[in-house]
């Protein structure tokens, strides 16, 4: 369950509480991506997925890299197909202007994770394996309705 990075981090500096919960947040995000990949998606449910595009992991068509150069949002409503969930992120086919595209998403490259049907939202902390760029992230554009978002920054110690 640990990584061996995990083990050295843990023992130089102590127990990282937001680390742990941001992992375990993590995994309610792909809990519910393998409920959907095995069952679809019940009811009014749906998700709004933002991840850092410049992640050494995700994996994207050019031409939507080269659109979405920071980060991009995807939304799991109707039209999506494939959708396969690993231990280490998920696969899904959607279209972009009526373009199929496949993309890789690692859990570690998602900011935001919202279900709008049941104002359900989380916001994680970017990791190191992003993006190699210096410059400030624009805005996110965030989806409309309004949802809880659950920011781990109130359970870091300062």
Do not use: C
Request: charged share 30%.
């Amino acid at each position: 369950m640990f990584r061996e990075a995990d083990r050295e981090v843990s023992m130089r500096e102590g127990l990282n509480y937001g680390q742990m919960m941001e992992r375990a947040l993590r995994g309610v995000m792909a809990q519910a991506l393998s409920r959907v990949a095995e069952f679809g998606l019940p009811g009014e449910h749906h998700f709004y997925i933002t991840f850092a595009t410049g992640h050494g992991a995700v994996r994207l068509p050019t031409w939507l890299r080269e659109q979405f150069s920071e980060q991009m949002t995807i939304v799991l409503q109707h039209e999506f197909d494939g959708l396969e969930v690993t231990p280490e992120g998920f696969r899904v086919g959607l279209s972009f202007s009526g373009r199929p595209a496949e993309i890789y998403v690692p859990f570690d490259a998602v900011l935001t994770f919202v279900d709008p049907s049941v104002e359900f939202g989380l916001k994680f902390e970017a990791t190191e394996a992003e993006a190699e760029t210096d410059e400030e992230p624009e805005p996110e554009e965030r989806p409309r309705g309004s949802a809880d978002v659950v920011s781990l920054d109130q359970f870091r110690k300062p």
